[in-house]
Each structure stands twice: as C-alpha cells, then as structure tokens.
C-alpha cells in the first residue's frame, strides 16, 4: 500500500526557512516523479514544484521560483521541499504527492501545515 | 500558463441527485492529462478521473469524465452522502501544473 507522511511543518517567521520532508513506501520511489501541492486557508490547491523520478528536471510556480527547492534521496525513499524566503502569504498545508506514470496525482500525502507569521 | 476555470462555483444538490462539474481550459488540454480530484477539510486530495475519463483505482462507478480540448465534465450520477465535498480538476501535461478554483458540492 502506497503511503505518503509529510513532516517539517511549523511556525516561522517571515524571512525564515523551513525544510518539509515526504517519506515515502509502498512503492518503488525511485522510478516515479513527485511533487508538492499547498493549500492556504480558505483557498484552493495550488501547485507548488514537481521533480523527476531521477532529480534531474525539476518544475516549480512562479509563486515560490527562486525561494522553494525540491529535492529527494531515493536512498531514503524520501522527497524534500527546502523553503527558504518565506512570507506570509506561503501559509498553507503542504502535501507531498506521487505522479503516476500518466502524470496524475495519484496518491497524496496528509500534509504538514506552514504558518508564516510575526 | 493554462488557466482552468470551473462552474459552478457551488452546487446544492441532495442525495440522490445528479451532479455535472464544468472545467474550461484557457488553451487547449490534451486529454491524457486532465484529472479530477476530490477533497474534504481535513483530508488528503484523492484522484477520481485521470486521461479526461479513465477513473482511478478504487473510484466508485457513478463518477465519470468527459470532454476534450479546452471543456471538461465531470459527472456524479447519483450523490451518495460521502460526495459532498469540494472538487478540482487540474492539467498535468505542460508546467504550471494547474488547478482549477474548484466547485463545491453541498446538501441542499
């Protein structure tokens, strides 16, 4: 059974970083793209970044380009989202999601809350 | 960037009912890369459609998709009470990987 658990999440000040984390099993994680997908409070999904099966292409929003860094260590079978810059309007949960051969989102994590704020 | 655009905003239906979701796309989607996705407060998204109409494991059978090009449906043929709840669509085929604003389905 595929299985997604996001940590890392948190308070932080406007300015400050964050390094979310996405363990991953159930699956072969090494051979699937991933992704980040935030929901800010009250809002819809939002996209965030999305990284190849082997770390080489990455994609991120315009939102968070240059701030946001998406990684992952398939020694670990895990997937990371470095925040750095954070402002208060990133105040969101984040989940972590695999992408399915086809490219859909097909297994989501719970999520891991960010509060940006003073 | 593809902007999705959905209607309605709110659909008040009762159990029982027939629900049709509306998804317009700003520019063409190729249809392998449109999904549907569910979500409740507190929960993780689910997929339902993916390919515009192939539905995703586990999916029950009055959830269907259609369309292509630039308008999408998804269709909830009988509304069981666990399917009030808010739903996306998004295009996964070019980056930005967009999603829709959403349409929320509650009880009437």
């Known amino acids: 059974e595929v299985h997604l658990l996001e940590s890392g999440g948190g308070l932080v000040q406007p300015g400050g970083s964050l390094r979310l984390s996405c363990a991953a099993s159930g699956f072969t994680f090494s051979s699937y793209s991933m992704s980040w997908v935030r929901q800010a409070p009250g809002k819809g999904l939002e996209w965030v970044s999305s990284?190849?099966?082997?770390?080489?292409?990455?994609y991120s929003a315009d939102s968070v380009q240059g701030r946001f860094t998406i990684s992952r260590d398939s020694s670990r079978d895990t997937l990371f989202l470095q925040m750095n810059a954070l402002r208060a309007d990133d105040t969101a949960v984040y989940y972590c999601a695999k992408r399915s051969n086809l490219g859909a989102f097909d297994y989501w994590g719970q999520g891991t809350p960010v509060t940006v704020s003073s | 960037e593809i902007v999705l655009t959905q209607s309605p905003g709110t659909l008040s239906l009762s159990p029982g009912d027939r629900a049709t979701l509306s998804c317009r796309a700003s520019?063409?989607?190729?249809?392998?890369?449109l999904g549907w996705y569910q979500k409740k407060p507190g929960q993780a998204p689910r997929l339902l459609i993916y390919?515009?109409?192939s539905r995703a494991t586990g999916i029950p059978d009055r959830f269907s998709g259609s369309g292509s090009g630039t308008d999408f449906t998804l269709t909830i043929s009988r509304l069981e009470p666990e399917d009030f709840a808010v739903y996306y669509c998004?295009?996964?085929?070019?980056?930005?990987?967009?999603f829709g604003p959403g349409t929320k389905v509650d009880i009437k």
């Open positions: 990284l190849s099966y082997n770390g080489v292409t990455t």
């Open positions: 520019q063409s989607v190729s249809s392998s890369f």
């Open positions: 998004q295009q996964y085929g070019s980056s930005p990987f967009t």
């Open positions: 390919g515009a109409s």
